[in-house]
């Protein structure tokens, strides 16, 4: 044989070595099909659910006929009054500010949001990717009292913007923003909702036009998804494939990473996915893995920080994708919270002798000192059947430093009692946080706290069964 021909052999061995190193791995059993798209699917599902629930949301609350809005992508919903006991849109609200609220599609164009003059009044504007990763916090504390012009632009984007209109690159093409604004109780709304109509959205082929048109995107560009299908395999990874590619985010690592797991099962975002191609055991995979990874993340979820006194301590950092669990513990809890800079949060499902927080029994918290904070605080009150106010002849939902006919004792201390019944006390009662009948959570928000709360200097006290 000649030299050549030898080299040749040598060289499509080396190919074929290669090829075989490279492909996909494929299942040679059917067993191994279903075990591979469980343990891809588990790890997909989990480290995607920030941003399956944030698209869930998107999706309800924009396109979903059945639900009766009037708004969609790339303008503000606009809530003008604090949130109640009737309101069911969002989990874990808080009842400290009237909110905006929008997804942008910024695939055609930058979007400028615009902050007014603010005065005094306090604010708070985080802007975020849709993997729940903050890339930008708009606020009294880091804007100031003037407000400003800020374009939100999608990755690679490239352009000149007018002049006085700030740049700020996003991590995704689609994104979200949820303004805040304070509000000190309902005889302060008025002034709030005065400077809450100050906020705009406005293409940026539309800069300095004298009027905006409204947006009109394609329902059809936008796939189905709602809380219920949160925990249907097929919908969740069919949907994942589209989102994926709706909304890409270039250049993650983990992205690329999960990226060669999806391709193991034919889920390549880069490509469709055909939930009916797949073996009925990598279906059954998907299926079990589905369930164990919800699974996991509500089992996580009272447990997905740091715990002081039975208090999760949500100190949450600006990117938390890279944690994936915790991420996903995080927004099962509650969708669009805050970074630490903005705002931090206790959390507390049991009192200090770790027993659930039930309001069959009556509980005092005493804060000496109240956390300190430069905006203000509150600990608010939530069913732990369903994530929401509780309905209470008074219509507190939170109590804080704002709270109207608090009592202190003459040393500081603040005593909140939560209990389920009316108290008979007089002192009791102006410090009554109303519990329902059964099972709640607490959490306490320190809106832009100061550096004790970071550090750990200040704790919250443990919940004290009566």
Known sequence: ????????????????????????????????????AYTVGVQAYISHFPLMDLYRTLWETSFDPGRGHDRTVNEYFVFDRLITSKDDWVITPNNDTIYLRAFLDLRAEPVVLVIPPMGDRQYWVPVSDMHHDFDANLSWDTVGTRGGAFALCAPGWQGVLPEGVQRVDMGTPIIWTL??????????????????????????????????????????DFPRFTRHELTNAKAYFTTLNQVLRLSPRLGNPMD??????????GMDPATGFDWDKLSPQAQRGLERATAD?????AQRMPRAVPVENNWQLARLAKRKSGDPVIAAAASMLGLLWNPAEISTYDVAFVDGAGVPLDGANRYVLR???????????????????????????????????RTRGIVYEEDGTLEVFLQHAEPTDPKERANWLPAPQGRFYLVTRHYSPRPPILTGDWLPPAITKR
Not at 12 to 23: D, K
Not at 182 to 211: E, I, M, N, R, Y
Request: hydrophobic share 45%.
């Open 1 to 36: 044989m000649s030299k050549s021909r030898i080299l040749e052999g040598w060289l499509a061995a080396g190919l074929l070595v290669a090829a075989a190193a490279f492909s996909p791995a494929r299942a040679t059993e059917p067993a191994q099909d279903e075990n591979l």
């Open 179 to 220: 303004p805040r604004i304070a509000v000190d109780g309902d005889p302060d709304l008025p002034a709030a909702v005065a400077l809450q109509k100050g906020f705009k959205l406005v293409p940026l082929s539309q800069w300095g036009a004298a009027k905006v048109t409204r947006p009109k995107p394609n329902p059809a």
């Open 256 to 265: 690329d990473a999960m990226a060669g797991w999806l391709r193991e099962i």
């Open 293 to 297: 990874a919800h699974r996991i993340i």
């Open 367 to 401: 804060y000496a000192p109240p956390p300190p904070v430069a905006g203000f605080w509150s600990v608010t009150m939530y069913s732990a059947e369903n994530q929401l106010f509780v309905p209470n002849p008074i219509d507190r939902y939170s109590f804080g430093d």
